[in-house]
């Protein structure tokens, strides 16, 4: 925490949070407008240390609040790739122990900042792979008993969410969730995220990555089959109401290959289908709920290919669409650390644990 040489007055109760803050650094809170002013110096000029693990990413960001902004000063990665097949937990969560202190310091040296400067320690908490989670909780814990620093837990999703709102300054998207793990169509409605429309069986990135492996292409498979140039060929498409399936895609576009079918044709019909069926429940959500924003995040959401597709659905409904850098839509540790200056969800070093299932409607408000 770095203490400037003036303070900020703040007029009015003291919030819930930072009571808690105040008594996280046993300042008296009974000494009125003194402790508004020093809690008001650790809110307005502090910076945050956010971790990232849920899956094959160790993402750690650093980012600095001040009062005219948020500014990100760091933020490293070190991705697990599987030399055959997908993502095995337990060679993710060996990649991420071998490389957490290395980005650490990666981190540090990018920000200027040494460690004693960080005045929050925020963490992915979930959901993701438990032995992911693991390392990333475990780091965070460290850190917030050696630094005497709060510690705090961070939805995966919602950093996802919040990162794209502080980069696109967008105020009421309806928001496209497409990730290895995840398809979410998600609004705010009542300062609450709601999901109305998701995948009924497995993600659309899942998806992508079975198909790729069964037709040959190295990991990140999805990444290179949708480079690829070929001709239309029939695969189903399955949208129901607000809700997607893309399992049966999968199974068909393999069986296809397995009787003859072009690899690059498939491939090119498979990101065709799936990415028009993902616009075409956007579009019904714009209808529904009248929004005039969409907000595309998450690592598969930074596809050219369905940018595009978005971008001209929004043009017909005089609608918005805001994307952001892969580095950012990717998973990555600035979007939890920009998450935890919002949600403050301060934990006990001793208790906290991580969530390996957590939906982002099970959050009360935002
Ligand atoms: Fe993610």
């Known amino acids: 925490m770095r203490i400037e040489p003036f303070a900020i007055f703040r007029h009015g109760p003291i919030s819930q949070i930072q009571i808690e803050i105040a008594m996280y650094f046993n300042i008296n809170i009974k000494s009125g407008i003194c402790i508004n002013i020093q809690i008001m110096k650790i809110i307005h000029m502090s910076n945050y240390l956010g971790i990232e693990s849920t899956s094959h990413t160790y993402g750690i960001g650093i980012i600095e609040q001040l009062p005219a902004g948020v500014k990100i000063l760091a933020n490293e990665t070190d991705m ?37 400067q960080l005045d929050f320690v925020c963490f992915s908490q979930g959901p993701g792979l438990p032995p992911c989670l693991k390392v990333g ?52 409605t009542k300062n609450k995220y709601k999901i109305c429309g998701e995948t009924l069986d497995i993600s659309l990135g899942n998806a992508g990555d079975v198909v790729a492996r069964e037709l040959g292409y190295s990991y990140p498979g999805s990444y290179y089959m949708e480079k690829e140039h070929g001709n239309y060929i029939e695969l189903p498409y399955v ?76 043009s017909d409904r005089e609608a ?37 299932k957590c939906r982002v409607d099970d959050l009360s408000q935002v």
Not at 87 to 94: D, F, G, K, L, V
């Open 80 to 116: 697990y790739k599987p030399e055959k097949g997908g993502i095995h937990p337990i060679e993710a969560r060996n990649h991420h122990m071998k490389v957490r202190d290395t980005v650490l310091d990666n981190a540090l040296k990018k920000s200027g900042l040494s460690l004693d």
């Open 137 to 188: 909780l475990e780091h965070a814990k460290e850190l917030s008993r050696k630094l005497k620093k709060p510690l705090i837990g961070v939805n995966h999703a919602v950093a996802h969410i919040e990162i794209g709102k502080f980069i696109t300054k967008c105020k009421d998207p309806v928001i496209v969730y497409i990730s290895g793990g995840n398809t979410q169509i998600i609004i705010e």
């Open 239 to 314: 949208v129901k109401g607000m809700d997607v399936s893309f399992s049966g895609i999968a199974t068909e576009a393999v069986k296809k290959y397995k009787s003859g079918t072009k690899k690059q044709d498939i491939a090119y019909s498979f990101f065709e289908n799936v990415f028009c069926m993902i616009t075409e429940v956007t579009e019904r959500a714009l209808s529904h709920t009248g929004k005039k924003q969409v907000l595309l995040i998450g690592g598969v959401a930074s596809s050219p290919i369905l940018q595009k597709k978005m971008k001209i659905m929004c």
């Open 320 to 356: 918005e669409c805001f994307t952001i850098p892969r580095e950012y839509a990717s998973d990555n540790g600035a979007m939890i650390a920009v998450a935890g200056i919002k949600y403050k969800n301060i934990l006990n070093p001793d208790e906290a644990d991580f969530m390996q």
